[in-house]
C-alpha cells in the first residue's frame, strides 16, 4: 500500500491596516517554520532589497492580463493602479506537498478564494478597539490626515466583514495572539 502524503491546509489572514498583521505573522512564522507563506504577484514595480519570487511574483500589466483571462488566480484585485493576485497552481503546488499554506489578504480576496476553496479556514486580526487601532495609524507617522480616514473608514467594512470570517483574534498582546494563531493553524 502506498503512503500517501498528506495535503496541506490553506489559510487566509486578513485584517484592518494598522492593526499588526505583518508583525503577528513575522512572529508566528519565526516559531512555525514549516508553515508556508504565500507569494503574490503584482504588477508593482519591485523595492529596494525585494527579490522576484520571494517577496512577489512580478509580472507586467500583461502577463497579468493574460493570467485573468486564463484563470490562474484563486483571487485578484487592482490597488492604486496595480494588480495583485495569488497564483491557484503556487498554492496548489504547496498543498500537493503536504505544506499548511497562509494568504495575507483582505476581506474581498478571502471571500473570493472562499468560493473557490470551501475548505479554507479565515481567520481576522481585530484590533483591540477602534481607538487603538487609529493609534497605531497615527503612531506610523506615514500618512496624511485624509488617508489616515481613508484607513478607518475601510477598517469599519472590514470589521463587519470579519463577522463572516472562522476565527476572530484580537492583537492585543502579541504573544497572546501568536498563541491563538498558532492553536487555529497548528492543531
Known amino acids: ?3 500517501e502524503k498528506r495535503k496541506g ?3 487566509v489572514i486578513s485584517g484592518c491596516s494598522g492593526v499588526g498583521k505583518g508583525t503577528l505573522l513575522k512572529v508566528f512564522l519565526e516559531k512555525n517554520p514549516q508553515i ?4 503574490s504577484a503584482t504588477t508593482r514595480k519591485p523595492r529596494p532589497g525585494e527579490v522576484d ?4 511574483f512580478f509580472l507586467t500589466k500583461e502577463e497579468f492580463e493574460t493570467a485573468v483571462k486564463n484563470n490562474e488566480f484563486l483571487e485578484w484585485a487592482e490597488f492604486n493602479g496595480n494588480f495583485y493576485g495569488t497564483k491557484e497552481a503556487y498554492v496548489e503546488k504547496k498543498l500537493n506537498e503536504g505544506k499548511n499554506v497562509i494568504l495575507e489578504i483582505e476581506t474581498r480576496g478571502a471571500f473570493q478564494i472562499k468560493e473557490k476553496k ?3 479556514v479565515l481567520i481576522f486580526i481585530l484590533p483591540p478597539s477602534l481607538d487603538e487601532l487609529e493609534h ?3 503612531g ?3 500618512e496624511d490626515e485624509a488617508a489616515i480616514q481613508n484607513r478607518l473608514h475601510e477598517a469599519y467594512r472590514e470589521l463587519e466583514c ?3 470570517y472562522d476565527y476572530c483574534i484580537v492583537n492585543d498582546d502579541l504573544n497572546q495572539a501568536v498563541k491563538e494563531l498558532e492553536e487555529v493553524i497548528c492543531s
Open 118 to 120: 470551501p475548505d479554507v
Open 9 to 11: 491546509k490553506l489559510f
Open 36 to 39: 508556508e507563506l504565500s507569494i
Open 140 to 142: 506610523r507617522n506615514t
Open 1 to 3: 500500500m502506498k503512503n
Open 162 to 164: 470579519s463577522k463572516k
Open 136 to 138: 497605531r495609524l497615527r
Open 53 to 56: 519570487g520571494v517577496n512577489y
